[in-house]
């Protein structure tokens, strides 16, 4: 445990509280907080993950100026569903992203757990993607990486972390809660 460690986890739990909220306050925390990820995840030699910081610290710029222009009158962040045919094409993306980031960093690097952290990194890929564009199914994807990722950093000793995707993993939950909510209310 070191005080990256400590100053991520604490910039995450407000980062997905402001996202539970809708508020587009949520992006500068995450900023904050997938910079110092990207260090902790490379010590750990969890390549996908560090390399995965990089991929939020820019998506999460774009989301910051996304949500500033996607807001309703009353000035809330509307949100949106996938097509079931959309959610399948993102599922299978998914999966074969998974299986090729994994060989990659299998033949490639000295990557601790390649396919399991590079699952982690593909899901979550996704799953930012889908909350920069507002849509619901975003839970799936975080509810999903949270569940793969607690096991992974326990093994790989960042328990502290570990316990913020087990936060994550209840408030993934209750974003989902909450946004089919807003939807029913925006319907």
Known sequence: MSAFEIAAVLLGIAN??????RSVWNYPFAIAMVSLYFIIFRDAKLYSDAGL????????????????RNRADAGE???????????????????????????????HTDASY??????????????????????IENWYWWI????????????KELYLTAGLYGLFLVLAIAGLVEWRKVQARQA
């Not at 999903?144 to 093994?155: D, F, G, K, Q």
């Open 16 to 21: 997905i509280i402001l996202i539970i909220r």
């Open 53 to 68: 910081q990089i991929f939020f610290l820019a998506v999460n710029a774009y989301g910051w100026w996304s949500w500033h």
């Open 77 to 107: 962040i509307i949100v949106e569903e996938l097509s079931s045919n959309g959610f399948g094409a993102w599922i299978a993306g998914s999966i074969l992203a998974t299986l090729a980031w994994g060989l990659i960093m299998t033949n």
């Open 114 to 135: 390649p396919f399991w952290d590079a699952g982690v990194a593909m899901l979550s890929v996704v799953g930012q993607i889908l909350m920069t564009r507002r849509l």
């Open 144 to 155: 999903a990486v949270n569940i793969i990722s607690i096991p992974l950093y326990i093994l």
